[in-house]
């Protein structure tokens, strides 16, 4: 069956420190994954998007990762500051951009 | 101004009641879709629309349909609402139907049935 799995529920690290999430999958063969944040109450919002064959891509104090043998993405904040305290979520794109499927996401806390 | 607006952001309504939930885009998108969170927070499409085509029609009941008068707007009705429905809907447009496209999601409307 198709999975999109975000590797824990919830994560908590201390402020400066750098935050890894990670998006696996299986059964599917996107073109592009992309990652969301999401804040209580809110609309998810885009960060950043990354190809099937781009294997790193930056943006500030973002990194995301794409390994499609490992069907694996990792998504990375450095100098973590409680501002980025959120639920992460990686969407994967199944058909040609006009259906994204999302993980459950993974609610990140930075501890001042 | 708003990029992508939903109302209302909060409704309240009895089981086997009718409601609509609206949905605005002034962002020139061609493709609108509708996503539903439920209480474990999982985001799941249920529909996208593409120039008022319906492209991805997820596995919801057919009391839930969307009705798209322009390219603007993609409206949700739910008919005979079930306590299941309850969950927060969420409408969205992209840009490139092509792929790729970040999506740009409403805040959101949070269904309660009770």
């Known amino acids: 069956s198709q999975k999109i799995e975000q590797n824990s529920e919830a994560l908590n690290i201390q402020e400066g420190k750098t935050a890894t999430l990670t998006c696996n999958y299986t059964n599917y063969s996107p073109a592009y994954l992309q990652w969301y944040r999401q804040d209580p109450g809110r609309g998810p919002v885009f960060l950043l998007l990354i190809r099937e064959n781009e294997k790193e891509k930056r943006k500030e104090r973002l990194k995301v990762t794409f390994d499609t043998t490992l069907k694996q993405s990792l998504f990375h904040i450095t100098a973590s500051q409680p501002a980025d305290s959120a639920t992460y979520l990686c969407a994967l794109d199944i058909h040609l951009g006009n259906d994204m499927r999302f993980g459950a996401g993974t609610r990140l806390t930075v501890k001042p | 101004d708003t990029a992508v607006s939903q109302t209302p952001k909060y409704l309240v309504t009895q089981m086997g009641n009718d409601k609509s939930i609206k949905c605005e885009q002034n962002l020139g998108h061609d493709t609108m879709y509708w996503y539903k969170q439920d209480s474990k927070k999982f985001l799941k499409i249920m529909f996208s629309?593409?120039?008022?085509?319906?492209?991805i029609n997820e596995t919801v009941p057919n009391r839930f349909s969307p009705k798209s008068p322009d390219k603007a707007h993609l409206n949700l009705h739910i008919n005979s609402l079930e306590l299941g429905d309850s969950a927060v809907y969420f409408c969205?447009?992209?840009?490139?139907?092509?792929?790729?496209?970040?999506?740009?999601f409403g805040e959101g409307s949070r269904l309660t049935v009770l």
């Open positions: 969205a447009s992209s840009q490139d139907t092509t792929g790729s496209g970040e999506l740009f």
């Open positions: 629309y593409n120039n008022k085509e319906l492209i």
